[in-house]
């Protein structure tokens, strides 16, 4: 199978989808002639033209009400936000309006929009660009929030956000933009709210997101050579909605969770996930606390290696199971 | 004067249902703040009592493909539009039958066969709703119109602004309808703008803007059906600022301290845009004085009805709770 990058796969989603749906368009600050912010536009519009590819101003409180408007009227419009942080500036029309209007309406209408924005830190970006304020998303009943971690995955999961009648929330590390991976090219949908095993393992669980999948992998690879320990990596791809079964199922089976994630620990998803395991019948399993890794509680810094301590690293991951599994 | 609105396809019988329909919402309204009063209304609602003429006016005008996004005071446009009263009144009773099956209220009414895009409880937000609502008539080519209802207030939030030049660039079928009855709540608005008429922003954006007495359907019918042909005609948005004025509080707790009785009373006297309209009929002998009184009473026993089937109606079963949260 070839190789692109995680970048051209959702360009190639997208692209796929337009061909094929006429109602399907995008729109976003400067994804025109420039390509967007990060090139994953980059092409569409000489393929597509200026009404089907469309430049907006810089305005996401408009953009995103039309985006919803459009939706809300039979088109299904994919939203590019230029970087997640700007969703602040969008968020009444995320948060009051695509994801109530079809409960408020009794049912009687429906918004289906994807909104793709890059999130995360690592790019030297600083407090107003790197954030990861997905959980905000998964606490609004009504919306679905997908997280991927590969070029296979993004391409079927983007496939699946398009497709579904509903708003979703589509957030692409940009570290993994240039991160390259085997993905077919004929268009295929990955089902929201399937959690992919990366890696199996019997002696500890680790549920990760976005970049972490990869830093998890890594970690997991060290810890198998160095100690011997066979880690489980779970992602969970999609965390609205989440697939709490193959988690469940993996913590019984191996006996110990470790949940980690860029966003700040304190309100992240790992709260979420830790609770749902503890709830659940894999709490008589457990032969351990259950461990979180999150970002510190601080503004991205611009530093370097600042910048790195603020979120889990490799070798946060790697002592963390080491602690966990009392070798460290 | 009469005549001048035949060119805009107001005839005689255009006018008498223009009537009937502030009518049938002032007695809706009327009706809904009884009903409030004796506990059967739960919530809150915003009545538009006084500025019922904006709103059966400017949808008189309408395809029935065109479509309307209201507001928190959205009772009026929904009944112009072509709503049910029934339907709208078992929502306010919380009913199963309502238009959103009990769960919306009176805030977030919509009627999506009837092209109403729904209600809505955020100040301005439906703004860019309908700026993208219009985008698919044109990039579909559906050839319909939006009306895009709001008041005072909204035009103080970013959403008026961003959305007011989105429109404009892409010259979409849009008209923007300001329902400017003086108050943000309580905020008088020429205490929260600095010019003389909300109007004027519209030079900002590259579109018409034109200040009309919303009570005065000669002003209403001709403002808005040039701004519906230029936006059919693909030229693009106009905003219009109707003037005003709402005769209840804002909402179901508001002591007025922000305005005068005598001022109330001024508006309820000389420029209650019913009465007006019921003298132009009058005077041109459209209507009679007895089949002026009969189209008062029979959309109050319209009303009555409404009251009638709503409250005949089941409640939502409590399993509801978790339905349509998702398509």
């Not at chain 1, 400067?30 to 912010?37: H, R, T, V």
């Not at chain 1, 606390?289 to 999150?294: A, F, Q, S, W």
């Amino acid at each position: 199978m070839r190789e692109i990058t995680f970048l051209e796969a959702i360009r190639e989603a997208m692209s796929q989808e337009m061909r094929t749906n006429p109602d399907v368009f995008i729109m976003g600050e400067d994804i025109g002639l420039y390509g967007g912010a990060f090139g994953v536009t980059n092409g569409m519009l000489e393929e597509f033209g200026p009404e089907r590819v469309r430049s907006t101003p810089i305005s996401e409180a408009a953009i995103s009400g039309a985006a919803v408007g459009a939706a809300l009227t039979g088109m299904r419009p994919i939203l590019e936000i230029q970087f997640s942080d700007f969703i602040t500036i969008a968020m009444d029309n995320i948060v009051n309006q695509a994801a109530k209007i079809r409960y408020m309406f009794g049912g009687k209408a429906q918004v289906p929009l994807v909104i793709r924005t890059p999130s995360g830190s690592g790019a030297g970006f600083a407090a107003q660009h790197s954030q990861s304020l997905e959980a905000w998303m998964v606490h609004v009943p009504g919306l679905k929030v997908v997280q991927p971690s590969t070029p296979y995955d993004a391409k079927g999961l983007l496939k699946a956000a398009i497709d579904d009648n509903n708003p979703v929330i589509f957030y692409e590390h940009k570290l993994l933009y240039r991160y390259k991976g085997n993905v077919p090219e004929e268009p295929y949908s990955i089902p929201l709210g399937v959690a992919d095993v990366k890696r199996e393992g019997r002696d500890v669980t680790i549920v990760a997101t976005a970049i972490m999948v990869h830093r998890a992998l890594e970690a997991a690879e060290l810890l198998e050579r160095e100690d011997g320990i066979r880690v489980e990596v779970i992602d969970p791809r999609t965390l609205v909605p989440l697939d709490e079964e193959t988690i469940i199922r993996s913590v019984k089976k191996t006996g110990r969770l470790v949940v980690v994630h860029e966003a700040v620990k304190r309100g992240g998803i790992g709260g979420e996930i830790a609770s749902i395991v503890a709830e659940s019948e894999a709490f008589d399993y457990l032969d351990a606390p259950i461990v979180r890794l999150g970002g510190r509680p601080v503004p991205i810094p611009y530093n370097p290696e600042l910048e790195k301590r603020a979120v889990p690293q490799v070798e946060d991951i790697v002592q963390a199971v080491r602690q966990l599994l009392n070798r460290a | 004067m009469i005549e001048k609105l035949r060119k805009y396809g107001v005839d005689a019988e255009k006018l008498v249902e223009i009537f009937r329909q502030c009518w049938l919402i002032r007695n809706f309204e009327e009706t809904v703040e009884e009903l409030f009063q004796k506990g059967k209304i739960y919530g809150t609602m915003h009545l538009c009592v006084g500025q019922e003429l904006t709103a059966a006016g400017a949808c008189s005008l309408l395809k029935p493909e065109d479509k309307i996004i209201s507001t928190h005071r959205g009772h009026g446009h929904c009944i112009a539009k072509g709503g049910d009263i029934n339907l709208m009144m078992a929502e306010l009773l919380g009913r199963v039958t309502g238009y959103c099956k009990g769960k919306g209220g009176s805030m977030h009414i919509a009627d999506m066969d009837k092209g109403n895009l729904g209600a809505n409880g955020i100040v301005a937000a439906g703004i860019p709703i309908a700026v993208g609502a219009a985008l698919t008539s044109k990039m579909k080519e559906l050839g319909y119109v939006v009306l895009c209802f709001f008041g005072d207030g909204a035009t103080n939030e970013g959403a008026f602004h961003e959305g007011l030049n989105l429109a404009s660039i892409w010259k979409l079928p849009v008209v923007f309808f300001c329902e400017n009855n003086l108050y943000a709540m309580s905020g008088p608005i020429k205490e929260m703008i600095n010019i003389d008429q909300i109007s004027k922003r519209a030079a900002a954006y590259g579109i018409p803007g034109v200040t009309i007495d919303g009570n005065d359907v000669y002003q209403v019918i001709p403002a808005t059906a040039e701004a519906i042909e230029r936006a059919r005609r693909g030229e693009g948005p106009t905003l219009i600022e109707a003037v005003t004025y709402r005769w209840k509080g804002h909402s179901r707790s508001d002591a007025r301290k922000y305005r005068t009785r005598e001022e109330e009373m001024e508006w309820k006297t000389n420029k209650d845009p019913i009465a007006r309209l019921k003298g132009e009929l009058l005077k041109h002998g459209i209507l009679t004085e007895a089949q002026a009184d009969e189209i008062q009473s029979e959309t109050k026993r319209a009303v009555e009805e409404a009251v009638a089937f709503a409250e005949n109606s089941p409640f939502p079963s409590p399993d509801s709770l978790e339905q349509d949260v998702y398509a």
